[in-house]
């Protein structure tokens, strides 16, 4: 299986800054990678697909990059709402695998 | 709207049984792929299994496989997971998802991420 590692655990951010979260694929992966964001108590939320497709209706402060084994979550502009653990999680090839997850937090 | 809703969790020992339902609603059920994932408590995402629409298709993460078994009634728009001899790790939230359309190239396919996904359903694993 391939192995998504996500970087960091957890951080702490002010509303208003920019954060950015980082998965790195075992092997290449193309840009057959998703992005969701889990609150608690919630289910996750789908906020990009194939890297960097911002799925309809998630706020243009998300944003996603990358291509191969590394790709990057944005969030220019952290709003109170934003607070909330991230997962990547590729689907290139079966099994699906996830990262284990970016909590953010208020500073 | 589109709307997944699970049922049938609850406590079992280990060794039980188990059987989980996903009520979907607001699309038409039988032109889509679907998937079960679970959580742990605290811990991160795992996937679980997968169905094609017909449910001619179906894949099993390692950990489940033999012991679970996933199905789906198109005409009650239903998405099930049997689960047997369960175990303490076991233990998690699962969540039913829709498996997405990638149109992108020209024809469209199962896309293989998952939108959207149901509230959940906890199944403890204890004695």
């Known amino acids: 299986a391939i192995r998504i590692t996500q970087s960091p655990s957890s951080l702490s951010a002010s509303t208003g800054d920019r954060v950015t979260i980082t998965c790195r694929a075992s092997?290449?992966?193309?840009?057959?990678l998703a992005w969701y964001q889990q609150k608690p108590g919630k289910a996750p939320k789908l906020l990009i697909y194939a890297a960097s497709t911002l799925q309809s209706g998630v706020p243009s402060r998300f944003s996603g990059s990358g291509s191969g084994t590394d790709f990057t979550l944005t969030i220019s502009c952290l709003q109170s709402e934003d607070f909330a653990t991230y997962y990547c999680?590729?689907?290139?090839?079966?099994?699906?695998?996830f990262g284990q997850g970016t909590k953010v937090e208020i500073k | 709207q589109v709307q997944l809703v699970e049922s049938g969790g609850g406590l079992v020992k280990p060794g039980g049984s188990l059987r989980l339902s996903c009520a979907a609603s607001?699309?038409?059920?039988?032109?889509?792929?679907m998937s079960w994932i679970r959580q742990a408590p605290g811990k991160g995402l795992e996937w679980v299994s997968y169905?094609?629409?017909?449910?001619?298709?179906?894949y099993y993460a390692d950990s489940v496989k033999g012991r679970f078994t996933i199905s789906r009634d198109n005409a009650k728009n239903s998405l099930y997971l049997q689960m047997n001899s369960l175990r303490a790790e076991d233990t998690a939230v699962y969540y039913c998802?829709?498996?997405?359309?990638?149109?992108?190239?020209?024809?469209?396919?199962?896309?293989?991420?998952?939108?959207?996904w149901g509230q959940g359903t906890l199944v403890t694993v204890s004695s």
């Open positions: 998802a829709r498996v997405s359309v990638d149109c992108s190239g020209g024809s469209c396919h199962p896309g293989n991420w998952f939108d959207p």
């Open positions: 169905i094609s629409s017909s449910g001619s298709t179906i």
């Open positions: 092997q290449g992966i193309s840009s057959y």
């Open positions: 999680q590729q689907y290139y090839s079966y099994p699906p695998t």
């Open positions: 607001g699309f038409t059920f039988s032109d889509y792929y």
